[in-house]
């Protein structure tokens, strides 16, 4: 049964950073692709960054330069430097893990950026 863990949520001035850790478990068969998404209250849950097993990388056009998606394979963790934080990005942010036939979310973990 694969399980994803995020971690590193918190509530950070407008301008800081946070690192966002999301460690699996379990067997995952065959490349996949890793990514964050988030969802703002009232509004839909949103791609912020993926990664591929080949470490391509693609980013939405508004955390572009500021956040930094890798992925440690040796270690199952995928994890997201934010950087520049803006109140705009404050959501709940969840780990995603998705191969050709299966999809895996994690619980969420809370990101609260104050002016």
């Known amino acids: 049964q694969v399980q994803l863990v995020e971690s590193g949520g918190g509530l950070v001035q407008t301008g800081g950073t946070l690192r966002l850790s999301c460690a699996t478990s379990?067997?995952?068969?065959?490349?996949?692709?890793m990514g964050w998404y988030r969802q703002a209250p009232g509004k839909q849950r949103e791609l912020v960054a993926t990664i591929t097993a080949g470490v391509y990388t693609n980013y939405a056009d508004s955390v572009k330069g500021r956040f930094t998606i890798s992925r440690d394979n040796a270690k199952n963790t995928l994890y997201l430097q934010m950087n520049s934080l803006k109140p705009e990005d404050t959501a709940v942010y969840y780990c995603?893990?998705?191969?050709?036939?299966?999809?895996?979310w994690g619980q969420g973990t809370q990101v609260t950026v104050f002016s």
């Open positions: 379990g067997s995952i068969f065959g490349p996949n692709t």
């Open positions: 995603n893990v998705q191969t050709s036939r299966l999809s895996w």
